[in-house]
């Protein structure tokens, strides 16, 4: 079920300040720039900002997935919460967020544009039939 980290989300209040000092400190611009969130690629993962975000929550850490719905039912069905319900984000990309049982924030995202980066391979997941906790 989880195929690896894909994207961590980070607060940022004052988006355009949070963009500035996130492209000083990569040495790139973001691939993604609207009003509601950026994006920046990171050795083939996502740097997100979001002026949206919680600041008490802190980043965010997204955990790829096949199928959204099936992982947040997953997660229900041991223990977690639904924090945010599935909402798709644009492109065909969908997300949500689930509180474990010990109150931290897992996101979890579906994205059928994400690549792995070279030399790295999907395999069937953590969490599939068999494995992980729960079973």
């Keep these: 079920m989880l195929l690896g980290l894909r994207t961590v989300i980070h ?16 040495g790139v611009e973001p691939y993604f720039d609207e009003p509601f969130y950026v994006g920046f690629n990171v050795g083939g993962y996502e740097l997100g900002l979001d002026p949206n975000a919680d600041p008490a929550v802190g980043p965010v850490s997204y955990w790829g997935v096949r199928d959204v719905d099936v992982a947040v039912a997953r997660f229900v069905a041991v223990g977690a919460a639904v924090r945010e319900q599935v909402q798709e984000v644009g492109g065909g990309i969908r997300v949500g967020t689930v509180i474990e049982p010990s109150g931290a ?15 790295k391979e999907d395999k069937e997941g953590v969490g599939d039939e068999g494995e992980g906790p729960g079973r």
């Design 11 to 26: 607060p940022a209040r004052d988006l355009a300040a949070a963009k500035a000092w996130w492209s000083s400190v990569l």
């Design 105 to 119: 924030v897992v996101g979890l995202i579906e994205n059928p544009h994400f690549v792995l980066p070279e030399g």
